[in-house]
């Protein structure tokens, strides 16, 4: 799949068939996810890839609306030093790993971090240093469905010249 039409297809998806990912392919994703852009080139992140069973299900349901996390090949954890730009940069590379995912046939799915009342629980959970912000858990996994999200028309969004 090329990067256009993965960008352009990737929908959330929280629903896996349980077949695993193999290691390889976790890393060429969160590879990509470490290639995004971040303010100064400071790549304040730190990616925690989670395959454990147990695990999967305890980040599960120390989240609101993530539950489908314990049923997910992976779950990639995006943390980042406290710097100013941390959350855009962050958010840049978990958008990166969710496109990768999808250009690798998979499905996946982005749960909040940032700002939620569990972010902490979860950054002691995986073992990150105090100071490091939860930025997003990002379930993958072989997709079950393709889902078709709404989305408004180019024509609604786009300006040109001005507003
Ligand atoms: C910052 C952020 C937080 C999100 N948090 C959740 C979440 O906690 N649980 C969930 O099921 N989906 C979450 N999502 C996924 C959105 O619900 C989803 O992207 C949105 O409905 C648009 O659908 P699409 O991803 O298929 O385009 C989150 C997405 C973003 C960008």
Redesign the pocket.
């Known amino acids: 799949m090329d990067s256009i039409q993965a960008l352009k297809t990737?929908?959330?998806?929280?629903a896996y068939t349980g077949d695993p990912v193999s290691r390889e392919v976790i890393e060429d994703i969160i590879d990509c996810g470490r290639l995004a852009a971040t303010a100064n080139n400071l790549q304040p992140w730190e990616f925690v890839a989670v395959t454990d069973r147990r695990m999967l299900r305890a980040i599960a349901e120390s989240?609101?609306?993530?539950g489908?996390i314990a049923q997910a090949a992976v779950c990639v954890v995006v943390l980042c030093k406290n710097t100013k730009y941390y959350l855009e940069d962050g958010?840049n590379a978990?958008?990166n790993i969710?496109v990768a995912a999808r250009a690798h046939g998979l499905g996946g799915?982005?749960?909040?971090?940032?700002k939620?009342p569990y972010a902490e629980k979860v950054r002691r959970m995986v073992g990150a240093p105090e100071g490091y912000k939860l930025i997003?858990?990002l379930a993958l996994g072989h997709p079950v469905e393709e889902?078709?999200?709404e989305?408004r028309p180019l024509s609604e969004v786009l300006h040109w010249e001005r507003f």
């Open positions: 990737r929908r959330s998806v929280r989240t609101d609306y993530g489908f958010c978990s958008q969710l799915c982005w749960v909040a971090g940032d939620k997003s858990l889902l078709q999200t989305k």
